[in-house]
Nanobody, 122 residues
Framework: QLQASGGGLVQAGGSLSLSCTASGRIFGRVAMGWFRQAPGKEREFVATINRSGDILYYGDSVKGRFTISRDNAKNTVYLQMNNLEPEDTAVYYC?????????????????WGQGTLVTVSS
């Protein structure tokens, strides 16, 4: 089970940090990802990290602004979001694979959190 938190309202140019904590003993063996879905749009890839945390991929729209990281001892994956833009407004979801390999495709993820809302005002 995945529990995301940290969303909220922020002005453009500001920062937010999201967290996603997983229950269970296999967190350290699986890749994790962050995705987002804006109103009226399809869910899109944001970032992914492999099980050891040394392989990271980002969506083009967030490269250079967002950073994904993980702490396997805490069963938690993070998304640090800087220089936020109104276009970043969305519900952000964390997801887990059953594989250790980082991946951008939504269909490769098996478990999803409930989502946390991020609203960026202009």
């Amino acid at each position: 089970q995945l529990q995301a938190s940290g969303g909220g309202l922020v002005q453009a140019g500001g920062s937010l940090s999201l967290s996603c904590t997983a229950s269970g003993r296999i967190f350290g063996r699986v890749a994790m990802g962050w995705f987002r879905q804006a109103p009226g749009k399809e869910r899109e890839f944001v970032a992914t990290i492999n099980r050891s945390g040394d392989i990271l991929y980002y969506g083009d729209s967030v490269k250079g602004r967002f950073t994904i990281s993980r702490d396997n001892a805490k069963n938690t994956v993070y998304l640090q979001m800087n220089n936020l833009e109104p276009e970043d407004t969305a519900v952000y979801y964390c997801a887990a694979r059953k594989s250790s390999v980082a991946a951008a495709l939504i269909s490769l993820y098996d478990d999803w959190g409930q989502g946390t809302l991020v609203t960026v005002s202009s």
